[in-house]
């Protein structure tokens, strides 16, 4: 009796591992062909894919529940992903099990980060950097909402660094965002980072005086950005393309960077480019782009300088400026003249808060002071972002039309205005609606769609 209850119970079992195989459900599945692949081509292949997805190919089968533990590709975090309170969990977690070396990135972004006791959580994923050889990266810790402690984490110093053999020997790219790092481990990443290409600190109260000087073979990109303790910054860097200031006001940092061709500068330093503009004349001439952050609004202003630096080089020049209604922006005419090669020409205006305290970051000067004579003959491409409709605004592209015959394409965005609030005269505005054989534009909507009459007919304008 037993001996048949055996057989009837083996039967059964073949049967339903020969309904498994039929629909190609077993172990050794081939139907895709995939299985026949090596287990290296297989984490090659996982280390293409996003951290989240290779992970869930772990539940295929007992082959691949390892597998992505070996990966070699990106390693990203973003807590916007899951639950803030589950973020350090789910990375130590993942870090833990994690067995890949060298590893391509290691990004970690944590907003609106508490610290606390769990800082040493932070330390482990830095220490993670290093065990995994990475390539790149990236601790961002920014703050979003500003009514939160404003304590930062502190990157490990020297001596922690120091303890571990060879930290950091290929990293290419550091960024740090509300860390703070002392000069001395900056110096450490320049000098013992061969391969590194791209130094991004903002926000780091713990950085003060900075050196970035050669032999510096591989870096292009550097960023030094609202540290509030910054006292100076040297740049002596022959391979530097891209640079970023937004901070103090300290002295021109711009030693020696032939090779310069894109900067951004905001904050305080931004004035002196306007203000003082011969500080500025030993690189200015090989820039390509330049975007100018002119948002920190002042207490005082000296008089400007009448010969901006000559942008023999520019091609395209991006202003975010903040605004005042009844404050001219002709001197942006200014800087458009200085700019003879200029092929696009983009400005972006914020209207703050009136306060009788602080200045614009920027001189008023007339028409004839700003243009001079001057026709702009290569000029293609304007873009105006957050228009609202006000005489200014107006009176500047109709002044860019004035001087440059060979603007190809005019953008106005009224999109993400301020106000809404300034309406135009009845009679334009029924004679826009009239052309427009339309009933729903807005009074900024209508203050563009006038402005589009004031370019050739041949210009594209395009108006959101």
């Known amino acids: 009796m037993e001996m048949n209850k055996h057989k009837a119970n083996s039967v059964a079992q073949n049967s339903r591992k020969r309904k498994r195989k039929e629909k190609g459900i077993g172990k050794h599945n081939d139907s895709g062909g995939i299985e026949k ?111 939160l402690p404003v304590q930062n984490y502190e990157f490990p110093n020297i001596d922690k660094l120091l303890s571990f053999k060879y930290p950091f020997v290929s990293l290419k790219s550091l960024i740090l965002v509300h860390v703070d790092i002392e000069d001395e481990v900056v110096q450490y990443f320049l000098a013992s980072c061969i391969y590194i290409e791209c130094l991004c600190i903002r926000g780091s109260s713990a950085t003060k005086n900075l050196q970035v000087v050669d032999p510096l073979p591989n870096l292009k990109k550097l960023e030094v950005s609202d540290c509030s303790n910054i006292q100076s910054i040297e740049i002596n860097a022959m391979n530097l393309v891209t640079c970023t200031y937004q901070g103090s006001k300290i002295n021109s940092p711009f030693v020696k960077t032939p090779n310069l061709r894109e900067l951004t500068l905001g904050g305080l330093f931004c004035k002196s480019f306007i203000f003082k503009p011969n500080k500025h004349s030993s690189y200015s001439a090989t820039l390509v782009k330049l975007v100018l952050n002119l948002n920190t609004r002042v207490r005082k202003r000296t008089n400007s300088s009448p010969d901006l630096p000559q942008l023999h080089s520019l091609k395209r020049l991006e202003l975010n400026a903040v605004a005042k209604i009844g404050r001219g922006l002709l001197f942006f005419i200014s800087l458009i003249k200085a700019s003879p090669n200029l092929l696009e020409f983009r400005i972006e205006l914020k209207y703050p808060t009136p306060d009788p305290l602080r200045l614009m970051p920027y001189p008023s000067v007339t028409w004839q002071q700003a243009r001079g004579g001057f026709c702009h003959k290569k000029l293609k491409v304007v873009e105006m972002i957050s228009f609202i409709g006000h005489e200014e605004e107006r009176d500047l592209l109709d002044k860019i039309a004035e001087i440059a015959p060979s603007i190809e394409k005019v953008l106005i965005d009224t999109r993400n205005t301020h106000r809404r609030d300034h309406k135009l005269p009845k009679s334009i505005l029924g004679e826009v609606r009239e052309q427009m054989k339309s009933n729903v534009w807005s009074s900024t909507e209508s203050h563009a769609m006038v402005m589009s009459c004031r370019f050739p007919l041949e210009t594209k304008v395009v108006v959101k």
């Open 37 to 147: 692949l090596p287990d290296d081509m297989l984490i090659a292949i996982l280390s293409c894919m996003r951290l989240k997805d290779a992970v869930k190919t772990s539940i295929f089968s007992r082959r691949w529940r390892y597998l992505w533990r070996f990966t070699s590709g990106k390693l990203v975090f973003v807590d916007r992903e899951m639950e803030t309170e589950n973020f350090k969990s789910w990375v130590n977690h993942i870090l833990q099990l994690h067995r890949g070396r060298p590893v391509d990135s290691l990004i970690i972004r944590f907003i609106n980060l508490v610290l606390g006791p769990q800082s040493s959580d932070i330390d482990s994923w830095v220490f993670s950097a290093i065990h995994k050889d990475v390539k790149k990266f990236e601790l961002n810790l920014k703050r979003v909402e500003f009514n």
